[in-house]
Nanobody, 120 residues
Framework: QVQVVESGGGLVQPGGSLRLSCAASGSIFSIYAMGWYRQAPGAQRELVAAITKGGSTNYADSVKGRFTISKDNAKNTMYLQMNSLKPEDTAVYYC??????????????WGQGTQVTVSS
């Protein structure tokens, strides 16, 4: 009923930038919040940044001042601008959307992830 698709990952040198996108589509009545998570090899999945329907944001301490989350409500799309990237930012980045589907209760929907590799 809801598809969540990430894009924009890739290989970048330390200090470089990438912009991730996450588009939600389907029988969406409302999106209450969206978030970016990441999982490095051998590590647990962690929250990177999140944004609510009203535009409130929160960030992991490790990315504050370097990453910026934003959204386009008309397109049901969220973005993550990542600047000053570090090798420790290397991970698979996942998008999550807290969505109310027409005729169904709210649920979390996840994308398949996009790889971000920071290396020289």
């Amino acid at each position: 009923q809801v598809q969540v698709v990430e894009s924009g990952g890739g290989l970048v040198q330390p200090g470089g930038s990438l912009r991730l996108s996450c588009a939600a589509s389907g029988s969406i009545f409302s999106i209450y919040a969206m978030g970016w998570y990441r999982q490095a090899p051998g590590a647990q999945r962690e929250l990177v940044a999140a944004i609510t329907k009203g535009g409130s944001t929160n960030y992991a301490d490790s990315v504050k001042g370097r990453f910026t989350i934003s959204k386009d409500n008309a397109k049901n799309t969220m973005y993550l601008q990542m600047n000053s990237l570090k090798p420790e930012d290397t991970a698979v980045y996942y998008c999550s959307a807290d969505v109310e589907v027409v005729g169904s209760p709210r649920n979390d929907y996840w994308g398949q992830g996009t790889q971000v590799t920071v290396s020289s």
